[in-house]
Structure formats: C-alpha cells, structure tokens
C-alpha cells in the first residue's frame, strides 16, 4: 500500500494553517504547517513534500517567491498559492512558475479540482491521537445566581467556536485511518453541540456522516462539506 503524499502549508496565522490541513487531511495527506519562507524552505528540503501551499505574503517573502524558489531547484513540488485577491496578474504569474492560485478561504470543491482527483490511500494502520473533547470546554449551566443569560449565551457559543477546529480535526484524522466507528462517534458529538448552538446546517452534514460512518462508509463529499460549513460558522 501507497504512503500518504506529504504536504508543506505555508502561513502565518495558525488557524489559516490548521483549516487547510483539516482539508487535506480528509482527502489523505500529511500535512506539516509552517509561518514563513525560511522554515518552508528547509521544510521542502527535509520533506520533499508533494504539495506546497502557501498564503500570497508570508514571513520573510511571498508565496510567488517560493514558487519561483522551487522551480528554480528543481523540485518537482506542486505550489498553490492563496491570496484575498486573485487577480488576472497574480493568477499569470503564478502560472509562469507552474503553481497554481486560488481565493482564501479556501473553497474545498476548488482543492479538489486542483489536486486533480487524486484520492491517497490511506496508511496501514490508525495513528494515536489525542483527542481534546469539546466537554472539557464546557462550561458549567447557568444557576440560580447567574442573572446575565446573553452573556451566558455568548460563552457558550464562543466555547462551541473554540472547539470546532478540534472535532474537525479528530474527524479528519480517523477518516484518513479508515476507522468508520470513530468517525461516527465524533460526527454525532459535533451534530449535537452544533443544534444546541444554533448551527443546524452543521448538526445535519454531521448526522449524514455519523449515518455514512455507521454503514462503513466515510463520504468525501460530505466531510469536505462539513469544513466549509464549520469555517462559515465561525465567520473565518
């Protein structure tokens, strides 16, 4: 069995970083996150990584700059650059350097195409994780004494923002081991702290998957769909 490609996530806000490592981790990547042009560079030598993406302006230069950096060794890494603003220029100059740009956030249909359709297998065995549950952030429910019910409202919805990229995480990294059960377990977790925060269009993806999962069947689609639905709730 194939070993899962290895990708280099090139930003410098580490939640940009984690939401598209979730994303290549549904579709079967490693993925290694980096802040800036000097550690991706010393990243893609140790790593030799199949897939570069990088933020349009990054510490220490720009994604363009890395592009070029990489055509000029001759490393046969693919780059996606992301920008705010892809423009016609910037979308012309990244591909006379053979990389690819697309908008940020970025769009899980728009990755998918750009990886062309390749589906990894997945590795031999599930990897040890561990898991930060949405419980331990929880807070308590409001008693007797708590007369600020708004307030309370914000908390919790502030804790259930906090805890999404982790449930998307545990997901993403037992979806990639094949192990369907966990995926289910989660799904159903996060179905349930997504309606009791107002998120029904979340809660409904999840309990789809957790219905997938229990049959054996772990839905691309569906888990990539449940990202974007996660980032747009957390307005990133």
């Known amino acids: 069995m194939r070993s899962a490609p290895c990708a280099v996530v090139v930003d410098s806000a580490s939640s940009t970083r984690q939401r598209v490592a979730v994303l290549l981790q549904l579709a079967g990547w490693r993925v290694y996150g980096v802040s800036g042009m000097s550690e991706a560079l010393r990243a893609v030598a140790q790593l030799h990584p199949d897939l570069v993406i990088t933020e349009a302006r990054v510490r220490g230069g720009s994604g363009l700059a ?21 423009t016609a220029r910037l979308r012309a100059q990244a591909a006379a350097l053979g990389a690819g740009c697309l908008a940020k956030p970025l769009d899980p249909g728009q990755l998918v195409e750009f990886l062309g359709g390749r589906r990894p297998a997945p590795p031999a065995g599930p990897t040890a994780r561990v898991h930060v549950s949405a419980e331990r952030l929880r807070p308590r429910p409001p008693g007797p004494e708590d007369d600020d019910a708004p307030s309370w409202t914000q908390r919790q919805r502030d804790l259930y923002l906090q805890s999404l990229p982790h449930h998307l995480a545990w ?41 997938d999962a229990d049959r054996g069947i772990l839905s691309q689609p569906k888990l990539m769909q449940l990202v974007l639905l996660a980032s747009a709730a957390g307005g990133r």
């Open 66 to 86: 890395l592009a070029d950096a990489l055509r000029r060794s001759g490393a046969r890494t693919r780059c996606l650059v992301l920008t705010t603003r892809p």
């Open 171 to 211: 997901i993403a990294e037992n979806a990639r081991a094949g192990d369907a059960g966990a995926v289910a377990d989660e799904a159903r977790r996060l179905a349930d702290e997504s309606d009791r925060n107002g998120q029904p269009a979340v809660a409904r993806v999840s309990t789809a998957i957790a219905h």
